[in-house]
Nanobody, 123 residues
């Protein structure tokens, strides 16, 4: 079992930045592929970014590529999402997720989920 706790969300003006953190429990974090997803009210959850267990491979949704950066520090059991040049369309609850094997852009491929953290971008 693994527990994930997101933090760092908040209210920011368009063009601003936020950094989200996801802290994981357990001693096997370094073996997990990690992902960030988001869900706006009334909409389906969508993929944002993913990172391999080593941190050597990353993948981004087209909507955030060039603006967001996913990273991890395995020694701290933490994955980050640096969000720059934020747009009102980025407003959503952001969720951290973990896969026990590999990485994916698909919601159904992830095994564990955090509780989410709200990001609101005002125009």
């Amino acid at each position: 079992q693994v527990q994930l706790v997101e933090s760092g969300g908040g209210l920011v003006q368009a063009g601003g930045s936020l950094r989200l953190s996801c802290a994981a429990s357990g001693r096997t974090f370094s073996r997990f592929g990690m992902g960030w997803f988001r869900q706006a009210p009334g909409k389906e959850r969508e993929f944002v970014a993913s990172i391999s267990s080593s941190g050597g491979t990353t993948y981004y949704a087209d909507s955030v590529k060039g603006r967001f950066t996913i990273s991890r520090v395995n020694a701290k059991n933490t994955v980050y999402l640096q969000m720059n040049s934020l747009k009102p369309e980025d407003t959503a609850v952001y969720y951290c997720a973990a896969r026990t094997t590999g990485w994916s852009t698909r919601i159904e491929d992830y095994d564990y989920w955090g509780q989410g953290t709200q990001v609101t971008v005002s125009s």
